[in-house]
Every structure is written in structure tokens, then in C-alpha cells.
């Protein structure tokens, strides 16, 4: 989850001019533990807080600048969302905490100066790594309006610090070097998705959209794609918005996780410092939606019949797997030769009713699968290029009924190794 938060919030805007005066922001209500309650309700395990967006206001009490909460009447200037975030998070297992620190400032003075607005920078940067414990991701990018400063940041220097504060932290940008951009903010994925990439052959700011969104088979470098989109149609809490129907919420999830990449779902707060009671109801429904469509698994009653297995019988590599609790590291693998043109069959005594078809690979030995096709009962019903953690294709028809599903994997670069495999019927 994404949260963004700020000024904006209070001045029905976007992008702030970075002249607001911080005696706007007044979140009077504000309350951490609501915004964790609902995220956990949701099944979404990470949330990542704007702590400056690109008007310079800090939503904590940075030494750095008197353009903060420090210099709001929220807590009489006491005031510090990114600590009341950070201990909501800890009084909730399965909740991590990331901050998005935007590099372009529309208040600070040095911004255009690139020696004083880096070293700035990489102050304010020390202060949130040092200061409140592990941060999960730290979010770069290089969004910026016509008609400003040239600046140069120091990315390499960046994030070379970050990775010195906390060693096990996640960096996105557009280049990574651990997560990268999909290229839009649509929340789509392409339909050929890779999680290799070449990190040289990418720059924040300027690298190739549709490079960002398919990835790359021969990529050297592991950097899987974060798809953000917005649960309402701007970024930032607007009286006049409402969230997105349910369908166009499920609609992003089968194009970012049905594509094997993570969904980044910004809910924003509103100016009284709550997630907005018609957006913890959308996402109530969301996960309600999710949890109907995937909780059954038509193919675990099945009988399933593959191609070939590594090993033999008793090798452990046997179809069992793909239809176990481990999405991860019990998976069914062919003989060494089968490299191409494998296939895994499901086999049921009656007539199935279902629309979804879940594919997983592996992903923990690598993402193989390059190409690969579905029939049932015989009939081409979908066809693909990538799997990787999670591939759903939602069927052409609303319903496909039978009672033989063939999925053949004609091309991978390495022996197919798949750990799950699905048939889910969505009513939505």
C-alpha cells in the first residue's frame, strides 16, 4: 500500500508548489493504527509512506528544515507521522513499513545546486534510515514538471549509503537496484513479463518504458517490476473522488499480479488523517473478491497426469506438488530432455465450472517458462509467454465448462519447474 500524504492533502491538489505554509496541515483525527487495521484487513503486508512528496514538506521533524511538521499546528508542532506509522506498524505482525523521499524539492533553496541539494538530500535520507528502525523499501524516482533547475542526483552515491544503514533494505526506481518500475502507473504489467533485466541498459527518468514493462530473458540482473496504481483517480485524498469500482480493482490485479509482478495500491489518507470509510470499504471488498475467487482450488480434487517427472516415482518431484500448500519450494519437474513441449494434465471425474487458470513457477530456482498454451477438452482457451511467480489468465468466456485441462510449456529456458497450478471461478 502506498499512502500519500501531505500538503496536497489539504489544498486539493497534486503536485504542491513548495510555497504552502505548514500551518495548513492539521490532520486532527489522525490515526496510525486505522491506516495499519485496514491495510491488515486487506492482506497487504507492506506500506509505504510519502514521507516528502515534491512541494518539500516533511512529514516528520527533519533538523534539516523548518518546512515540516514541526511548523504545523498538528500536536502543537510535535508531531511526527512517519514515527506514528512506524509504531502503529510494530504493534501489527506482517505489517513493514517503506518511505518514498521525493528527490525533486519545489521549496529547498539548493535544489539546482548539486552539491548542497545532495548533500541535503542525503542528510534527510540518513535521518529516516537511522532514526526509525527497518525500513522495508525506500522508493526513488525522478518525477519532475517542464521548466525546473537541471540537477543531477547522486543515485549511485544514494543508494550506495542506504544499502550501508540497512543492509537488507529493498531500493525501487526505474533502475532498481533491487526493485524497478513497470513503466506506467496504470498498475498494468506487460503481457510478456520478465523479472531479469539489464541494469545497464537502464537510467531513472530516462529508461524504455516498454524495456521496463516485459523485462528481459536474457537480463543479468534480478529486478522484479512493482506495479503502482491508485485506488481513486489521484494520488493524494480529494473530497470530490471516490474509489474505483471493485471490477477495475480486480481488473489491475489479474494485469500486475496475475503478470508476475508486486501491486503497489496507493489509499490515500483524508485531510481528518483516516483512510476514507468508502475506500476501507472498496478494499474490504477487494479482499473479500480475491479471497472468493482463489480460497477454492477445483484442480485439488483432481487427478493430474504429466508428461514425465525427474527422478521417477519417489523422486520428489512428482505432479503432487503442484497441488499442495507450498506455492514455493515443492514443485513438479519433467526429465532433464523435456526441456520443451512438457506438459502437466488435470483429469476430473465430473465437469468443471471455472474462468481462471493459475500457473506458478518456481520462482525461488529462477523464472524459465518462455512460452506455453491451455486447452481444455481438447480446445485452445489461452496462450502465453512468461509464467513467473504467479501467472492468471482470466478466460474469453465468462464460463468454460469440462473435465480435461492439458497445459503444455513449448518453450523455457531451463527444465520448467512448476510449484502450482489452478482452476478458480470468478463471479465478479
Avoid at 525500513?135 to 540537477?151: C, H, L, Q, T, Y
Avoid at 536474457?218 to 471516490?242: M, Y
Amino acid at each position: 500500500m502506498f499512502l500519500h500524504f501531505g500538503v496536497n492533502t489539504f489544498t486539493d491538489s497534486e503536485w504542491g508548489t513548495g510555497y504552502e505554509n505548514p500551518a495548513i496541515f492539521n490532520p486532527v483525527g489522525l490515526d496510525a493504527n486505522q491506516w495499519v487495521d485496514t491495510t491488515a484487513e486487506a492482506g497487504i503486508s507492506l506500506m509505504i509512506l510519502t514521507a516528502k512528496h515534491h512541494d518539500g514538506f516533511c512529514l516528520w521533524p527533519s533538523k534539516y528544515t523548518h518546512h515540516s511538521v514541526a511548523r504545523s499546528p498538528w500536536k502543537n508542532g510535535h508531531g511526527d507521522v512517519v514515527q506514528e506509522l512506524v509504531n502503529a506498524a510494530k504493534n501489527h505482525d506482517g505489517i513493514d513499513v517503506g518511505l518514498y523521499l521525493s528527490p525533486w524539492d519545489r521549496h529547498d533553496r539548493r535544489y539546482g545546486h548539486d552539491l548542497p541539494y545532495n548533500e541535503y538530500y542525503v542528510a534527510q535520507l540518513q535521518e529516516l534510515l537511522n532514526k526509525y528502525g527497518d525500513v522495508r523499501e525506500i522508493w526513488f524516482d525522478g518525477a519532475k514538471g517542464s521548466n525546473v533547475p537541471n540537477m543531477s542526483y547522486y543515485f549511485s552515491d544514494w543508494f550506495a549509503m542506504v544499502k550501508e544503514l540497512q543492509n537488507s533494505i529493498n531500493i525501487f526506481s526505474d533502475a532498481g537496484p533491487d526493485i524497478r518500475w513497470v513503466g506506467n502507473e496504470n498498475g498494468f504489467a506487460g503481457n510478456t513479463c520478465w523479472s531479469t533485466i539489464n541494469r545497464t541498459s537502464l537510467s531513472i527518468v530516462n529508461a524504455s518504458i516498454d524495456y521496463l514493462n516485459t523485462g528481459d530473458p536474457k537480463g543479468t540482473d534480478w529486478l522484479p517490476a512493482e506495479c503502482d496504481a491508485s485506488i481513486r483517480k489521484g494520488w493524494f485524498w480529494h473530497k470530490s473522488q471516490s474509489p474505483k469500482k471493485l471490477s477495475k480493482l480486480l481488473d489491475i490485479y489479474y494485469n500486475s499480479v496475475g503478470r508476475n509482478c508486486v501491486l503497489l495500491l496507493n489509499v490515500p489518507p483524508n485531510s481528518t488523517g483516516l483512510i476514507s470509510e468508502s475506500d476501507v470499504q472498496r478494499l474490504k471488498e477487494f479482499r473479500s473478491a480475491i479471497d472468493t475467487i482463489f480460497g477454492t482450488n477445483l484442480a485439488e480434487k483432481c487427478f493430474i497426469k504429466v508428461s514425465s517427472q525427474r527422478g521417477g516415482k519417489d523422486g520428489g518431484f512428482g505432479p503432487e506438488n503442484v497441488i499442495d500448500s507450498d506455492h514455493l519450494w515443492t514443485y513438479w519437474v519433467p526429465r532433464d530432455k523435456e526441456k520443451e513441449d512438457s506438459w502437466i494434465e488435470i483429469r476430473c471425474n465430473k465437469e468443471l465450472r471455472f474462468n481462471v487458470i493459475r500457473i506458478q513457477e518456481a520462482i525461488g530456482l529462477g523464472q524459465r517458462i518462455k512460452r506455453h498454451e491451455v486447452y481444455v477438452d481438447g480446445k485452445k482457451v489461452a496462450e502465453g509467454t512468461t509464467v513467473g511467480y504467479k501467472r492468471l489468465h482470466k478466460l474469453e468466456k465468462k464460463v468454460v465448462y469440462g473435465q480435461i485441462v492439458r497445459i503444455k510449456f513449448l518453450e523455457s529456458r531451463g527444465v520448467p519447474l512448476i510449484s502450482s497450478i489452478g482452476l478458480h471461478y470468478d463471479p465478479f
